[in-house]
C-alpha cells in the first residue's frame, strides 16, 4: 500500500515525553533506527498532542521537509523498534491512517532488552556502546542479601464487585470499538465528530455505546456526512436531562438525502441509499425503499455492499421494480447462506437463476348459480321452433301412421 499526499492521518499519543525518554530516544534509538526516523517520531508526538482533525501527509512533507517516500520509510522504522504503531483504512480513491505514539524504552530497560542492546553494539561498536551506558545508565544501588517486602494490591477490595457492576462500569467506558459485524454496517468517522462537536452539542453522558452505534449504522445507511450528523444530533438532544433521543434520530435520518452521491471505482461500497439514488439516476428516493433498505442493513445485518448487490440484482431481473416481498425471499436466502461480502453476493447472483413473478394463469371461477342459469337459457332456446319446423314434424308424423 503506497503512501500518497491527499492521505489523511489521526495521531494518537499515549503518553507525553519526558527528559528520560529524549535521553533513551537521542542516545539509543537514534543510531538504530537514524535520525529520519527520530524526527518523524518527535513530529507526530508533537502534532497528535493537540490534533483537532484529520490532517493530510502533505502538511509532514512541508514541516518535516520530506517528501512521501522518506516519510515512509521513516515510519516503518519506527515501527520495527515499536515506537510507533500504524492502522489504515482504505476508502475510495484515499486511506486514512491512525498512528499510535508509543513511549521508548526507558535507558535501564533498553540496555537489558535482548535484541535492541545487542544490535545497539554491533552498529556502533564495542567502544561507543560502554561510552554510551556509562552516560545514559544510572547508578543502582546494590540490593544483594535484601528482600523485596513491598505491600502488594489486596484483590479483596472487589469481592463485592458483582455482574449489575460490572454492566454498569461498561457503559462508561469509553469504548467505541464495536464488533467485526456492526463494523460491516458502521463505516462512521467517530473521531472526526468528537473533534468537532463540543458536550453542548452533544453531552458526555449521552455518547454511550449504543447512541454512538446507531448514529454510526444510519449515517452510513443513508451516507450522512459527520457536518450533517451533528446538527441531527443537536436536534435530539433534550439539555434540560442531557437525554438522547433515539426513536427521534432515527425518525430524523429516514427523511435526509445522502451529502453526496459521486460515482466511485467501486458504486457498490457507496451506503445503500447513495446506492439506489445513483442507480435511479438521481431521483430521490422513496419512503417505503428507504424502510426496504433500513429492513436489509439494519434488521437483517446484512452489510452495505451487499444490500447495494442485492438490490442491483432485483431492479435487473424484475423489471426494475423493488417488490418488497421478492427482496425479502432473497434477501433472507442470503442471510442463511451467511453472505457478508459483495464477492459472495456476486457468485450467488450468477449461480441462482433468474426468476420474475409471472402473471396469475388461474382461470376465474363463475358462481354455480350463473352456470345454471346459463344452462336453462340455452335449454329453453333449444325448445323453442319455428311454425315451418313444427309443420315439418307434424307432416311426418302423418306419414309414419298411415
Known amino acids: 500500500m503506497q503512501?500518497?499526499?491527499?492521505?489523511?492521518?489521526?495521531?494518537?499519543?499515549?503518553?507525553?515525553l519526558n527528559v528520560s525518554s529524549m535521553t533513551s530516544l537521542i542516545s539509543l534509538y537514534q543510531p538504530i533506527i537514524g535520525h529520519e526516523a527520530l524526527v518523524f517520531y518527535l513530529t507526530c508526538c508533537t502534532e497528535g498532542s493537540n490534533q483537532k482533525t484529520l490532517e493530510t501527509h502533505q502538511r509532514l512533507c512541508i514541516i518535516m521537509n520530506m517528501d512521501i517516500p522518506t516519510i515512509e520509510r521513516a515510519r516503518k522504522k519506527c515501527e520495527q523498534f515499536y515506537l510507533i504503531r500504524t492502522f489504515v483504512k482504505t476508502d475510495n480513491d484515499k486511506d486514512t491512517y491512525i498512528y499510535i505514539v508509543n513511549p521508548p524504552l526507558s535507558a535501564q530497560a533498553f540496555m537489558k532488552h535482548d535484541f535492541y542492546s545487542r544490535y545497539l553494539c554491533k552498529l556502533i561498536g564495542q567502544k561507543q556502546y560502554e561510552l554510551t551506558c556509562s552516560?545514559?545508565?544510572?547508578q543502582e544501588t546494590n540490593k544483594h542479601g535484601?528482600?523485596?517486602?513491598?505491600?502488594?494490591?489486596?484483590k479483596n477490595l472487589l469481592t463485592t464487585w458483582d455482574t449489575e457492576n460490572e454492566v454498569q462500569f461498561s457503559k462508561i467506558q469509553p469504548n467505541f470499538n464495536f464488533s467485526d459485524q456492526h463494523n460491516q454496517r458502521n463505516n462512521f468517522n467517530y473521531e472526526e465528530l468528537f473533534a468537532t462537536t463540543s458536550s453542548i452539542v452533544f453531552p458526555i453522558e449521552t455518547r454511550t455505546k449504543e447512541n454512538l452505534?446507531?448514529?454510526?449504522?444510519?449515517a452510513t445507511l443513508y451516507g450522512l456526512s459527520v457536518s450533517k450528523i451533528r446538527i441531527l444530533i443537536g436536534r435530539c438532544i433534550n439539555n434540560s436531562t442531557n437525554t438522547f433521543d433515539v426513536e427521534r434520530f432515527k425518525k430524523i435520518c429516514s427523511t435526509q438525502n445522502p451529502d453526496e452521491?459521486?460515482?466511485?471505482?467501486?458504486?457498490?461500497?457507496?451506503p445503500p441509499v447513495a446506492f439506489l439514488q445513483l442507480r435511479q439516476e438521481g431521483a430521490p428516493v422513496a419512503s417505503v425503499d428507504r424502510?426496504?433498505?433500513e429492513y436489509l442493513n439494519l434488521d437483517l445485518k446484512l452489510p452495505a455492499e451487499v444490500v447495494n448487490v442485492l438490490i442491483d440484482y432485483v431492479l435487473n431481473i424484475n423489471e426494475n421494480r423493488l417488490t418488497k416481498r421478492f427482496v425479502e425471499v432473497i434477501a433472507t436466502t442470503w442471510v442463511?447462506?451467511?453472505?457478508?461480502?459483495?464477492?459472495q453476493a456476486m457468485a450467488l447472483t450468477k449461480k441462482t437463476p433468474a426468476f420474475k413473478s409471472q402473471p396469475s394463469k388461474k382461470k376465474d371461477v363463475l358462481p354455480d348459480?350463473?352456470?345454471?342459469?346459463k344452462a336453462k337459457e340455452k335449454e329453453e332456446t333449444l325448445n323453442i321452433i319455428s311454425e315451418e319446423e313444427e309443420e315439418e314434424i307434424a307432416r311426418k308424423l302423418k306419414g309414419l301412421g298411415e
Open 3 to 16: 503512501l500518497k499526499p491527499k492521505d489523511t492521518y489521526r495521531i494518537e499519543t499515549v503518553e507525553n
Open 135 to 138: 552516560k545514559v545508565m544510572k
Open 146 to 154: 535484601y528482600s523485596d517486602v513491598s505491600e502488594q494490591f489486596d
Open 213 to 218: 452505534q446507531i448514529i454510526g449504522e444510519y
Open 261 to 270: 452521491v459521486t460515482t466511485t471505482k467501486d458504486p457498490y461500497l457507496l
Open 291 to 293: 424502510k426496504l433498505l
Open 336 to 343: 442463511r447462506e451467511k453472505v457478508t461480502t459483495k464477492e
Open 369 to 373: 348459480y350463473y352456470e345454471k342459469m
